[in-house]
């Protein structure tokens, strides 16, 4: 890295010159199973349909700011309950920031549970928010009455919860985030990025808590090139949060392409399908590979524990495949790796690399 020049060390924030940028790997040519892509691609039909549609795009032309159609299509397939609305985001991590700067008053406090998703806490940083993390239970369950206490002791204005978390993989008991919710004097958003892998959602509980909002993402099914992430709750919080958004978040492609696999979500869906049926069968070859510990998961990835976890990782590596490290990172992460279920080839020379490692 070079140097930092005296302008830039006097006119920027402390705290940004202290952040790490969120390190995105060099992937080509590896078997890529550390960040939660599908794996498959699309019929070919559906590709044919998607260059027609794109080949005539109007991209002269700035994007639609609140595309109504498709937001009604995403209404729709959620059975949104009466009244609720979606916000349209560039990627669920815009709606983290948009929630953010949206609730950031002085004192105002981000709480988060941990280890979660790592943007909840970075985007604090980037905003000048201040954020409590409470930590979960060894298990990676919720432990509700510090979490209770902590909500009590600082009255966050905004709370995030993944459901199913990341990186752990596992579904908060339900009963204990309505006890959040209900306890909670700010804003509570629960985040389903895996939703299409997991078992439960708070979407049909919307109409139930003025203090609740669900986002979601399209990029854990098949979509992240696109970016295109929603929120969904009561237009109440939806309008107010719209005034932040910059105008043109979602450019004219990704609502073109996004709509049109909309209409094919079944597809979308068999894939998910076959992903959690493949999760199953990961599991279970992994568990029985001596020394790894295996974690119970509603996304579409593992987390898992193994002894020298980097050397393993490294060794994986070497052999062309890519997982997610998470050694060295949050304390209760020591000698953990994360990774992505993919297609079952792939999942296989994970398996025998793996093998290979500890044998
Ligand atoms: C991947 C992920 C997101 C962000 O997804 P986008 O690609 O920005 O839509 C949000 N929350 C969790 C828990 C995630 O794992």
């Known amino acids: 890295m070079s140097p930092v020049s005296p302008l830039v060390q006097r006119l920027v924030r402390p705290e940004i010159q202290a952040l790490h940028a969120y390190h995105v790997p060099d992937s080509r040519g590896f078997i890529k199973l550390d960040a939660m892509e599908n794996p498959y691609p699309l019929p070919q039909g559906l590709r044919d349909e998607i260059a027609t549609l794109v080949s005539a795009a109007p991209i002269n032309l700035y994007p639609d700011p609140s595309p109504a159609a498709l937001k009604r299509k995403i209404a729709e397939l959620l059975s949104l309950p009466e009244g609720m609305e979606v916000l349209l985001g560039n990627g669920s991590d815009e709606l983290i920031q948009l929630l953010a700067l949206a609730v950031n008053q002085p004192g105002a406090t981000l709480l988060a549970v941990e280890p979660s998703f790592v943007m909840y806490r970075m985007i604090a940083t980037f905003i000048g928010m201040r954020y409590v993390g409470v930590p979960l239970r060894d298990d990676f369950s919720l432990d509700l009455s510090a979490t209770l206490e902590a909500i009590r002791r600082e009255q966050p204005a905004l709370v995030f919860l993944a459901y199913p978390n990341n990186p752990t993989g596992n579904l908060f008991s339900a009963d204990e985030v309505h006890q959040i919710i209900v306890a909670s004097p700010g804003l509570v958003v629960v985040d389903e990025a895996y939703y299409a892998f997991a078992s439960d959602s708070f979407v049909p509980h919307l109409a139930r808590y003025p203090n609740l909002l669900v986002m979601r993402t399209f990029s854990k099914l098949g979509m992240a ?124 020379r994970f398996i025998a690399a793996l093998q290979e490692i500890v044998a």
Not at 289 to 317: C, D, H, M, P, W
Not at 319 to 338: A, F, S, V, W
Request: aromatic share 8%.
């Open 225 to 348: 090139g696109l970016r295109l992430g929603f929120l969904a709750g009561s237009s109440d919080w939806l309008q107010q949060l719209d005034k932040l958004r910059l105008p043109y978040n979602v450019g004219v492609l990704p609502q073109l392409v996004a709509g049109k696999l909309l209409e094919h979500h079944e597809v979308l869906l068999a894939q998910a399908a076959q992903i959690k049926f493949d999760r199953v069968k990961l599991f279970d070859r992994l568990s029985r590979i001596a020394g790894v510990q295996v974690y119970a998961s509603e996304a579409n990835f593992l987390l898992f524990r193994i002894e020298n976890a980097t050397a393993v990782f490294n060794g994986l590596k070497q052999r062309g495949i890519l997982i997610k490290n998470l050694n060295g990172g949050h304390p209760m992460l020591t000698d953990c790796l994360r990774v992505t279920v993919g297609a079952p080839d792939e999942n296989d």
